[in-house]
């Protein structure tokens, strides 16, 4: 009957079930070992073996079912719990680079490749810095080209990256040459549409030595024009009006999206500008510790988001700030 029962058993607690019950303190068996004394003396030795005998075969019956469980369940944990390697794995999603600091790092390394550094200045400003020291005292009707975010009286939020030429200066003199770019972020009280954005990039430049003339400007340039749009990229100059160069211009390229024949990106002219430039105004010079009669240089600076709009054929400028999956996965590098 015990071993009968045992091949029914299926789990851990029904073994224990049938210990308790056949091996157990008042299991049939043990009754009987109870009651040997009873029997006549020359009976007992025989008895004894038999219930010995018995008890074994169950002991042991019962540890080979128990043996058996257990391998049972851990094949069947194994058989459950198994990783399939040879299942494909899951594709990482990859993030890709902003078209804003594409264009930045592209700057960056053809500048680098003409020798100059990179440094980066506080986004919160003074006036001195972000005015004066440019050559735009107060009250002066040039400040009104860049309506700006005041945060007191005296600090706000640089509208250029320009007050770094100054810092710069400060930090170099007197050594020359200065060869810096620098970019980041800047703000205006401007309205947005589709050329203007209230928060954007720009990349300052300066250049200070002895002998530093307009055409150096203009073909550094023209050189900077053709690694980041192509070798046969267009450039012009524009005469135009800063209050920290003299002279000044303003510097258009030819529009890469339809070649000059006019389209959206450059709204029908043909010509997008880029970048304000012209030589330091000796004002800017003498005030940052650099003799005017003695040192001269160039300096521009250039909007990010304009060349990435040209580079790219962005149309709106928008587009760079709404942040839209379909235009930012356009720039993921492919796997
Ligand atoms: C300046 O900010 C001068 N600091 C540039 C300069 C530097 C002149 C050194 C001389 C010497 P401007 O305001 O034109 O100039 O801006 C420069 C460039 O920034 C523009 O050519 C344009 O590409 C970009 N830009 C200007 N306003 C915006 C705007 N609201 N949104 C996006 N880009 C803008």
Same mark, same amino acid.
């Given at each position: 009957?015990?071993?009968?029962?045992?091949?029914?058993?299926?789990?851990?607690?029904?073994?224990?079930?049938?210990?308790?019950?056949?091996?157990?303190?008042?299991?049939?068996?043990?009754?009987?070992?109870?009651?040997?004394? $009873? %029997?006549?003396?020359?009976?007992?030795?025989?008895?004894?073996? !038999?219930?010995?005998?018995? =008890?074994? *075969?169950? #002991? @042991?019956?019962?540890?080979?079912?128990?043996?058996?469980?257990?391998?049972?369940?851990?094949?069947?944990?194994?058989?459950?719990?198994?990783?399939?390697?040879?299942?494909?794995?899951?594709?990482?999603?990859?993030?890709?680079?902003?078209?804003?600091?594409?264009?930045?790092?592209?700057?960056?390394?053809?500048?680098?490749?003409?020798?100059?550094?990179?440094?980066?200045?506080?986004?919160?400003?003074?006036?001195?810095?972000?005015?004066?020291?440019?050559?735009?005292?107060?009250?002066?009707?040039?400040?009104?080209?860049?309506?700006?975010?005041?945060?007191?009286? $005296? %600090?706000?939020?640089?509208?250029?990256?320009?007050?770094?030429? !100054?810092?710069?200066?400060? =930090?170099? *003199?007197? #050594? @020359?040459?200065?060869?810096?770019?620098?970019?980041?972020?800047?703000?205006?009280?401007?309205?947005?549409?589709?050329?203007?954005?209230?928060?954007?990039?720009?990349?300052?430049?300066?250049?200070?030595?002895?002998?530093?003339?307009?055409?150096?400007?203009?073909?550094?340039?023209?050189?900077?024009?053709?690694?980041?749009?192509?070798?046969?990229?267009?450039?012009?100059?524009?005469?135009?009006?800063?209050?920290?160069?003299?002279?000044?211009?303003?510097?258009?390229?030819?529009?890469?999206?339809?070649?000059?024949?006019?389209?959206?990106?450059?709204?029908?002219?043909?010509?997008?500008?880029?970048?304000?430039?012209?030589?330091?105004?000796?004002?800017?010079?003498?005030?940052?510790?650099?003799?005017?009669?003695?040192?001269?240089?160039?300096?521009?600076?250039?909007?990010?988001?304009?060349?990435?709009?040209?580079?790219?054929?962005?149309?709106?400028?928008?587009?760079?700030?709404?942040?839209?999956?379909?235009?930012?996965?356009?720039?993921?590098?492919?796997?």
């Amino acid at each position: 009957e015990a071993e009968d029962a045992l091949g029914q058993v299926q789990d851990a607690r029904a073994l224990d079930e049938w210990r308790v019950r056949y091996l157990g303190k008042k299991s049939a068996l043990s009754q009987v070992m109870r009651q040997m004394g $009873t %029997l006549p003396a020359e009976e007992r030795p025989r008895a004894g073996e !038999v219930v010995n005998r018995c =008890r074994e *075969r169950l #002991q @042991a019956a019962w540890e080979a079912a128990r043996t058996a469980l257990s391998e049972r369940l851990l094949a069947e944990r194994l058989a459950s719990e198994r990783i399939d390697v040879t299942l494909p794995g899951r594709r990482q999603e990859r993030g890709a680079l902003h078209p804003s600091v594409r264009v930045i790092q592209e700057v960056e390394d053809i500048f680098l490749g003409m020798g100059f550094s990179i440094a980066e200045g506080p986004e919160v400003e003074t006036d001195e810095y972000n005015f004066e020291k440019l050559n735009l005292p107060q009250d002066h009707p040039a400040r009104d080209m860049q309506d700006t975010f005041y945060l007191t009286d $005296t %600090l706000l939020l640089r509208t250029h990256t320009s007050p770094m030429q !100054v810092r710069t200066m400060e =930090r170099m *003199r007197p #050594q @020359a040459p200065v060869k810096v770019i620098v970019p980041g972020r800047v703000y205006r009280r401007d309205e947005d549409d589709a050329t203007h954005s209230h928060a954007f990039n720009q990349i300052e430049g300066l250049v200070v030595d002895e002998g530093i003339r307009m055409s150096d400007l203009k073909g550094v340039l023209e050189q900077f024009a053709r690694a980041m749009f192509g070798p046969e990229q267009a450039v012009r100059l524009r005469p135009s009006f800063f209050p920290f160069t003299e002279p000044s211009a303003e510097v258009d390229v030819l529009c890469i999206n339809c070649g000059g024949a006019g389209c959206r990106v450059c709204k029908e002219t043909g010509w997008i500008e880029i970048l304000g430039a012209g030589m330091v105004h000796p004002h800017v010079l003498d005030g940052a510790g650099y003799d005017s009669r003695r040192f001269n240089g160039f300096a521009f600076g250039m909007g990010v988001e304009r060349i990435a709009m040209l580079k790219y054929g962005i149309e709106d400028i928008r587009h760079l700030y709404q942040n839209d999956l379909r235009l930012l996965r356009q720039f993921a590098r492919p796997v």
